[in-house]
């Protein structure tokens, strides 16, 4: 038997052949009965072809057209009702494939940005952390108004002090050894290390998963057992999630520590920690001009962080005056953890946050002022379809589902790209955004984009649908007259200007931020070493000896011998320049301590001596690093314990405390030890309080010692083989990278074979990822920016195109009265100046409110910067005035005539 | 005058469009078909709604509430929109009667016409 032949889409073209879409249940049911006239006539002995003639003649012997008052007020299934609507809408986009098209990518690009952005800050920024009320911890820094800092470590004496405050039910101070970790048969691996107050993981509310952990009670502080805590990670990658690791004795630098539990999964708190040693020094017994401890504390129950804040100042306003000697100037502050742990990614995804909402904004614009034309454009077919008995609500459905099938289309497209594009951003990352690994692209994201385009809907469906209905009630079909597109214009000019100062709210910030990096870049930092290869060798406590004075100097001559080898052995690798080690990176600061100029009165009070940082660097690291030596000679390697004690001090220093007069001249200092890390050879044990006398051998250029753009300290640099430290940074400049590394490689095999091979990279590198954040934000909003720019472009070239299409009329009117097309033209031009300029006016007053979170990520400019707010206004400026020059071309090649004959 | 008494001829003509599908719709639910069906071999012919105009005095109708289309689907057969008449249907169905009924009268004793059934 023959199928019936499609009578359905026979139906529907008669009913597009008037102009009408007919609903599908009507569609449904004509057919149905010419399907029964078919099958009559078969049956009646008919032929199939002449069965459906017969079906045929009844479609053709009646016009559709009095059905069609009915179409939308048959009771079809709701379902059919809304297909028929949205297919009739999707037929609109086959018709205008350019339009949906570039309504969807518009859309796509903002709600994919959006996503994804929205998704890294949900996870990096709102999520709390994984520990106990993560709210109600803090961390507390060390500032100095005097130096210019405001996130120092503390003194462990002083954290002593603040952990009795009443404000806070608790806290926990740790430092960060340098430790390596050997076991027999495996390599020898540095590990991520801090020696901790035991009470570390009650503060934060984590318990170990294997094991007891550090044992709670008892003194807290003194405890001479050697005990451990490890990582998950480490536990898993070195020990294949043994479970007999605890109780185990593993050794760090040549000393057993048992282990008494293995952490959490992804637990490596404060950053990226794989061992916790228990801390088995008296913290109140250390000094309190040391500043090298890092501590988490938790607030009591109803203390607030200000309430803690200000206990925690005015104890440090009482330590200012009871302990001048050492805590002069310094205070502390405390930082909710969360904002601490994110430090500048906050802010800087908080301002990419914003940008990307401008943007989405500005997509949402674009796309309004889009369908806002193409609504208008169709007044004359809205016109034929209520001639023909539309309703209005038949009509405001339509258009309401058309902007819907397009911003559901532009939202997937986003939530798609969101999902390949994020996984890639997460991988591509330069630098470690705490928390970025865990970033999926969230439902809070997807339910924002849903909102995104429940939003868009309306603006985009509603406001174009309302015009025009306004339009056809009024006007029908009397004549082309546009009634709708004086209010239209209105609607179309507000969404352009805020498209223009949206994109320049954009742009002044990226060109904010592309000042605030260039600063960053060409700040003098005193080195010229982009290639030199820099690593650190952390020597293992040597041991041998008593706990008595000379057999402490004795291994730390050892230190110091065995670093020197290293250089020495270095240094004779084939391929090697240069070759030089410190315990400070430039860009670092070093040990602030108290000095004298030799000579010099001594103050009446101690605590009145001048400080300076102190840095140990070996001979040959200047040179390697390409300092610029100004006066004087570097050191060399007759500078040993035997020689005299000799120092070189910066210009900085030089300038603050010589006064010009460099020859003959030495100071005096007082550090001996600091700490374990490293001991000053030349210093007297048996008389610590006169203090130790170097001679100043030489002037070096500054090398910028703390954070970028800031003004470097005075600073005393002490040679390696005087004043050791047992963890050093290794610079080596090499023929190339491979032979660099192959020769460091090869000089720790030779005279340290139990020192683990660190991380090697290229300075240059290095200083790129201290800039890294901020250059990524530069381009990231940068793109964002152009991007602005470009729609916003786009948004003036569509208003003032449509805009003068619709004015023709007038224009040529103007012309046949005498306007000069030059003048015709200018006239547009003014237009879209004025509409820009107001525009631009709007951008700065957003740029003005954002301005509290823009100075968070912004070096050495301010957010009202004169130059970056012209030198983006003046781009979009020309932008969008190149924008509406071929409108104005248009305007002015309008004919004369036209103005006599249209309609 | 003549486009009066068209317009008055289409009205009446309407009017008893209206009358035989209530009455249809009174014996039963039928769906578009069934009613051309039915009003074509009762009139024997004579009186023949095309698929426009029975559509839409059926949507009209539903439209005033005087009679309510459902979709059924039955197993094995085709989904389709069955009409049934409601109570203001046969009120207004009741009404019609009497006035067609009056002007049949009227024909019958004032014009001579002669009612089709009388002939047999």
Same mark, same amino acid.
């Given at each position: ?26 569609? &449904? &049911? ?66 205008h494939?350019a339009f949906a098209l570039i309504v969807v990518i518009v859309l796509g690009l903002s709600v994919g940005a959006a996503?994804?952005v ?13 520990? $106990?009320?993560?709210? $109600? ?61 035991? #009470? ?39 020990? !294949? ?89 310094? #205070? ?6 969360? &904002? ?11 301002v990419l946050f914003g940008a990307v909402g401008l943007l989405l904004v500005i997509g949402i614009f674009n796309v309004a002022s889009l369908l806002l034309t193409r609504a208008l454009s ?25 902007s819907?099938?397009l911003s559901?289309?532009g939202?997937?497209?986003g ?28 439902? $809070? ?7 995104v385009?429940?939003a868009t809907?309306?603006l985009f469906?509603?406001i174009p649908?309302?015009l ?14 546009r009634?709708s597109s004086r209010s239209a214009r209105r609607i179309y000019s507000a969404l352009v200007a805020g498209e223009v100062a949206l994109a320049c709210a954009l742009l002044v910030a990226s060109a904010l931020l592309i000042r605030t990096v260039g ?139 010589? !006064? ?44 910028? #010692? ?59 590198? $290095? ?10 934000l530069m381009s990231v909003l940068l793109a964002f920016g152009g991007l602005a720019g470009l729609l916003a472009a786009i948004g003036v070239y569509g208003l003032f195109s449509w805009s003068v299409a619709l004015r023709r009329?007038e224009l040529?009117?103007r012309l046949?009265? !005498?306007a000069s097309p030059g003048g015709v033209g200018g006239l547009v031009v003014r237009q879209g100046a004025l509409l820009v300029t107001i525009g631009l006016i709007a951008g700065w007053v957003i740029v003005r409110l954002a301005a509290?979170a823009l100075?968070?990520?912004l070096?050495?400019v301010t957010a009202s910067d004169l130059t970056a707010t012209f030198v983006a206004s003046a781009v979009l400026l020309l932008a969008t005035l190149a924008a509406c020059l071929p409108a104005a071309a248009r305007a002015m090649r309008v004919?004369?005539?036209? !103005?006599?004959?249209?309609? | ?16 469009? +209206? ?9 039963? +639910?039928? *769906?578009?078909? +069934?009613?051309?069906? *039915?009003? +074509? ?32 689907? =039955?197993?094995?057969?085709? =989904?389709? =929109? ?39």
């Open positions: 038997m023959n199928p019936p032949p499609d009578f359905r889409g026979e139906v529907r073209r008669r009913g597009s052949s008037t102009g009408t879409d007919l609903p599908d249940a009507m569609v &449904e &049911e004509l057919a149905q009965h010419l399907e029964d006239l078919y099958e009559a006539a078969l049956a009646a002995g008919a032929p199939p072809g002449a069965a459906a003639q017969q079906a045929r003649r009844a479609l053709d012997g009646s016009s559709v057209t009095p059905l069609v008052p009915h179409a939308a007020r048959i009771a079809p299934p709701q379902s059919l009702a809304a297909m028929t609507a949205l297919r009739a809408a999707l037929r609109q986009f086959r018709h494939p996503a994804t929205f998704s890294i800050v949900d996870t990096v920024v709102l999520r709390p952390l994984p520990y $106990r009320a993560p709210d $109600r911890l803090v961390t507390i820094w060390d500032t100095n108004a005097e130096k210019g800092l405001s996130h120092d470590p503390i003194s462990p004496v002083t954290f002593m002090d603040q952990r009795g405050l009443p404000v806070f039910s608790d806290a926990a101070a740790w430092w960060r050894p340098g430790v390596n970790l050997t076991d027999p048969g495996l390599d020898p691996l540095r590990v991520q290390t801090i020696e901790t107050s035991g #009470n570390l993981f009650d503060v934060l509310g984590v318990g170990p998963q294997l094991g007891a952990g550090f044992p709670s009670g008892g003194p807290l502080f003194v405890q001479k057992e050697l005990i451990t805590v490890i990582s998950d990670r480490l536990w898993r990658t070195r020990y !294949g999630a043994d479970p007999s690791i605890i109780g185990r004795q593993l050794l760090f630098n040549g000393t057993p520590y048992t282990v008494v539990g293995v952490m959490p999964p992804k637990f490596h708190y404060p950053d990226d920690i794989d061992v916790w040693q228990r801390l088995q020094w008296d913290m109140t017994q250390h000094s309190r001009a040391a500043h090298f401890m890092e501590a988490v504390a938790r607030l009591a129950d109803g203390a607030t962080i200000q309430q803690a804040q200000a206990a925690i100042e005015s104890l440090g306003s009482r330590l200012q005056v009871d302990e001048s000697r050492t805590n002069a100037g310094w #205070n502390s502050r405390v930082i909710a953890l969360l &904002e601490d742990a994110l430090g500048y990614y906050r802010p800087a995804l908080m169709r007044d004359r077919e809205m016109a034929v379809r209520m001639a023909m008995g539309a309703s209005p609500r038949q009509i405001v459905t339509q258009l309401f589902l058309e819907l099938a559901v289309a939202a997937m497209a939530i798609v790209a969101s999902l390949a594009v994020l996984p890639l951003v997460v991988a591509l990352t330069p630098v470690e955004v705490p928390r970025l690994a865990d970033a999926a692209v969230s439902w $809070r994201a997807v339910a924002a984009a849903g909102g385009v429940a809907t309306l469906g509603l649908a309302l025009l209905l306004r339009t056809q009630l009024g006007t029908q079909l009397r004549s082309g007259e009634g600063g960053m870049m060409s700040t003098p930092i005193g080195v010229a070493a982009d290639d030199t290869l820099v690593t650190t060798v952390q020597l293992t406590q040597l041991r041998g000896g008593g706990a008595d004075v000379a057999s402490l100097l004795k291994r730390w001559q050892q230190v110091a011998d065995q670093h020197a080898q290293i250089l020495d052995r270095l240094r004779n690798q084939p391929g090697v320049a240069s070759a030089g080690a410190a315990n400070f990176l430039p860009l670092d600061a070093g040990w602030r301590n108290p000095f004298t100029i030799d000579g010099e009165a001594m103050p009446a009070r101690r605590e009145d001596l001048p400080q300076a940082q102190m840095h140990t660097i070996s001979e040959g690291y200047l040179e390697t690093m390409g300092a610029r030596l100004v006066h004087g000679r570097a050191f060399s390697s007759f500078d040993t314990t035997d020689a005299t004690g000799v120092v070189i001090v910066n210009e900085a220093f030089a300038s603050r405390f010589l !006064g010009g007069r460099l020859d003959g001249r030495a100071l005096r200092v007082w550090a001996t030890s600091i700490g374990p890390l490293g001991v000053n050879l030349k210093a007297n044990p048996a008389d610590v309080h006169s203090g130790v006398v170097f001679e100043i051998v030489g002037v070096v250029g500054d090398i910028a #010692n703390v954070g970028l753009g800031q003004p470097v300290e005075p600073a005393i640099y002490f040679p390696a083989r005087q004043f050791p430290f047992s963890e050093q940074f290794i610079v080596v400049k090499a023929s190339d990278a491979g032979t660099g590394l192959a020769a460091i490689r090869a000089a720790l095999r030779d005279v340290a074979p139990n020192v683990p091979m660190a991380n090697v990279d290229s300075w240059g590198r $290095r200083f790129e990822r201290r800039s890294a954040v901020a250059r990524m009329r040529a009117i046949t009265l !005498g509290s100075t968070r990520v070096f050495g004919d004369p005539v036209e !103005g006599l004959r249209a309609e | 005058m003549e486009i009066l008494d068209r317009s008055a001829l289409d009205s009446a003509k309407k009017g008893s469009a +209206d009358l035989f599908i209530l009455a249809l719709l009174d014996e039963g +639910d039928l *769906h578009g078909y +069934d009613l051309s069906r *039915h009003i +074509d071999t009762r009139s024997r012919g004579s009186i023949t709604f095309t698929l426009a105009s029975l559509y839409a005095t059926l949507y009209r109708l539903e439209e005033r509430g005087l009679i309510r289309g459902r979709w059924v689907e =039955r197993a094995g057969q085709r =989904r389709r =929109r069955y009409y049934r008449i409601t109570e203001s249907g046969r009120r207004m169905l009741a009404s019609h009667r009497e006035d067609w009924a009056r002007f049949i009268r009227a024909l019958v004793e004032v014009a001579g016409v002669k009612p089709a059934w009388s002939r047999t």
